[in-house]
């Protein structure tokens, strides 16, 4: 019989020891429960797809893939990205969900400062121009002092295609980033505005969350309103400022 619940430890590596964290907010987007005192957390399993994420504490850092990008999230995709066949950009693999979906926090020190970047619309729709923001906004990038940077959404134009290329040169810059969503990241393909968000998914994170520096709390939302690929004249949909009840659910 399938368990109702997820469970799950956030926790940071002393010597051989994994000393769980109390009290770090973990999240399936709709609820937001604390760890105990040994780190552990428990959530509502989803019925298909979902995810599972934490917030980021002041004075840990989160372990990074090899693209610089934190890991603080865990997909949940049993039987893959709902839409796939109709997407034109891919979506999620299937992957069985792991028994306990566990977190791991890096020691760090709780900065009453910090330096960090943002900017927005990278938009290269070739891979011409994805080289012109390596040559360009990386170079640049590389030289200035910054705790993290924060790539304030539409990170292609439309050709999600290009995340590859995009992803490897945002690890360029060698620092951690939080991705934002733009407009221009929607796999406009998609019939279902659930699943439209499918391919930046996979390639960076969730479209909302949470994450703490010093005594700053982040908060990243995805305002993007879709209304789905039209089936009957296939033509795109459209696309405008919209919150999620959701996500002010998850937000409140």
């Not at 950009?89 to 970047?117: H, I, K, M, N």
Request: aromatic letters at 14%; one cysteine or more; a negative charge.
């Amino acid at each position: 019989m399938e368990q109702a619940t997820i469970t799950g430890r956030v926790y940071v590596q002393q010597n051989d020891l994994q000393k769980g964290i109390a009290n770090v907010s973990v999240s399936d987007g709709k609820m937001v429960v604390q760890t105990d005192a040994d780190g552990r957390y428990t959530l509502p399993r989803p019925k298909a797809e979902g995810v599972i994420f934490i917030t980021k504490p002041a004075g840990y850092e989160l372990p990074l893939n090899a693209h610089n990008q934190p890991q603080f999230f865990h997909f949940i995709r049993p039987e893959g990205s709902p839409n796939n066949a109709e997407l034109e950009y891919e979506g999620f693999e299937p992957a069985p969900l792991p028994e306990t979906v566990d977190f791991e926090l890096l020691p760090g020190r709780r900065q009453e400062q910090f330096r960090a970047v943002f900017f927005g619309d990278i938009q290269p729709k070739t891979e011409e121009e994805v080289g012109f923001f390596r040559q360009l906004m990386v170079q640049h990038l590389l030289h200035q002092p910054m705790d993290f940077f924060v790539p304030l959404g539409d990170i292609a134009w439309d050709g999600l295609a290009l995340y590859p290329e995009i992803r490897e040169a945002l690890a360029g810059i060698g620092k951690p980033y939080y991705t934002v969503c733009g407009n221009h990241d929607i796999n406009l393909r998609a019939s279902d505005p659930a699943f439209s968000r499918e391919t930046f998914q996979r390639y960076f994170v969730p479209t909302y969350y949470a994450f703490d520096y010093g005594q700053v709390h982040f908060v990243v939302l995805d305002d993007i309103g879709y209304t789905g690929w039209d089936t009957e004249y296939d033509t795109f949909g459209i696309t405008q400022g919209y919150l999620s009840q959701q996500q002010l659910r998850w937000l409140r």
